[in-house]
Structures are given as C-alpha cells and as structure tokens.
C-alpha cells in the first residue's frame, strides 16, 4: 500500500513537471516556429513598373529555407501610371527612402537590399548567398494568448543605439492580374508580400529589449530586424512563421 502511494505521489510530481515546462515553453520567447535566416533580401517593387517582373521572378525563384528570407515591398509612386498597385503603401516608399540615404540618395524600382548593406537592379544567386549576418544580438520570439512576445539580449554594453524593425508579411506567392499601365495584361506573381513595417522601439548600452506584439492576422508572419540605425545593416534576424 506504501509503494503505491509513493509511487502515485511520484507519478504526479513527474506530471505536473511535465505539464509546467509545456506551458511556460508556450508563454515565454523561444524557438518554436522561428528561424534565424542569415540572409535578407528586400526587394522594392511596383505592380506598375515594366522593369519589375524580372526581379520578382528572381526573388520568387530563390531557393528559401530557413537560411535565406525574402521580403517583397510594393511602393506607391508608380500609380500615377495608370494603376494603382494592390500592395503599395506610402510607408513601404518610406522605408525604401530611407535606405536611400544611406546608399547615396539611390532610389530606384526594381531595387534589391541585401542585409542592408548593398544595393542592386539585380545579384546572382551565389552573390546573395555569399552575405551573412553574425546575428548578434540574440532575438527571441514566443506566442502568447493574446499575441506575440519579442526579447533582444546585448552580449554585451553597445557604444551606439540600434533599431529594432518589426515586419508583417504574407508568406508565399500573391498574384495579381494587372489591368492598366506598363504591365497590362500580365499577371504579376510576389513572394512574401510586405503587409506592414515599422520601427518599434531602440536598444542601445547594457540594457534587453522587451515588447509584446498584437496577434498577427491570419495567414500573416512577422520577422524582427535589428539594425545599426534607421536604414542601416542589419545585424540579427529573426523570423516568425505560425504552425
């Protein structure tokens, strides 16, 4: 009778321990459904842009996996032309001017940024995959109930601030029969479509950096970017895809 009372008491100790390490794995940053690409590639484009297609066919066609994450942004100044591309928002141009001022006041369609650092028309296949990021600082993703937990660790004091970018995008191909302009009659096909992009918030000396993000809607993902300024190379990636 004593052996099965202790050995029931063990039972549900081993239990509760089990059950404890489930939920906080589920409520606090971790890996689960998280990759940490070392390439970026964000390519600027426009459903208007005649010179366009190629680049999405490039970007589209790169073999992805967990290593290599590509972004596509629809920019809106190209609508006077005739129409008015689907995905194109005033903040997506926003970014892209952005990284202009870091690459000479260059702006352009289509326009390929690897990890912020270099810019072109377009790269080879090996080019792109020949850029890594060291990915430090550290990013951790979690889900929670109510939506998306996101904590930043320094490995040590930083002498500079940093900023921390928070991209909503919808993973795999969009395609879109264009009506009117220089693409009319084509149909044009993205990968990852930018949904939204924004700054949300600066890590800079000893300190973590800690946010908690609205739920994603459905069919979105959302990938965190460090980088050294607004603009500037990034230097950690981490991408947040729901199972």
């Not at 998280?34 to 589209?60: I, K």
């Not at 800079?204 to 946010?211: L, Q, V």
């Amino acid at each position: 009778m004593k052996l099965t009372i202790v050995f029931l008491a063990v039972l549900l100790v081993t239990i509760v321990s089990v059950l404890a390490s489930v939920f906080a794995g589920a409520s606090s940053p971790g890996s689960r459904n998280v990759s940490t690409p070392v390439t970026v590639l964000e390519l600027f484009t426009s459903q208007g842009c005649s010179s366009c297609p190629a680049a999405n066919t490039f970007v589209r066609e790169l073999d992805g996996g967990p290593e290599l994450l590509t972004l596509s942004y629809s920019v809106d100044y190209w609508d006077y032309k005739g129409w008015k591309d689907t995905f194109g928002k005033p903040e997506f141009s926003k970014h892209q001017r952005t990284y202009g001022k870091q690459f000479g006041g260059k702006v352009y369609t289509p326009q390929m940024v690897v990890n912020g650092e270099i810019h072109a028309t377009k790269f080879s296949r090996k080019k792109v995959r020949s850029l890594k990021l060291d990915n430090i600082p550290d990013i951790r993703i979690g889900s929670s109930a109510d939506g998306i937990d996101v904590q930043i660790t320094p490995t040590g004091a930083l002498q500079k601030t940093w900023n921390v970018m928070a991209v909503r995008y919808r993973p795999g191909i969009q395609s879109v029969p264009v009506k009117r302009g220089e693409n009319s009659g084509r149909t044009i096909k993205l990968a990852n479509v930018v949904q939204s992009c924004k700054e949300i918030g600066k890590i800079g000396g000893r300190e973590s950096f800690s946010t908690h993000i609205k739920s994603l809607k459905p069919g979105e993902a959302l990938v965190i970017l460090v980088q050294d300024g607004p603009g500037g190379p990034i230097l950690s990636a981490a991408n947040y895809v729901p199972g």
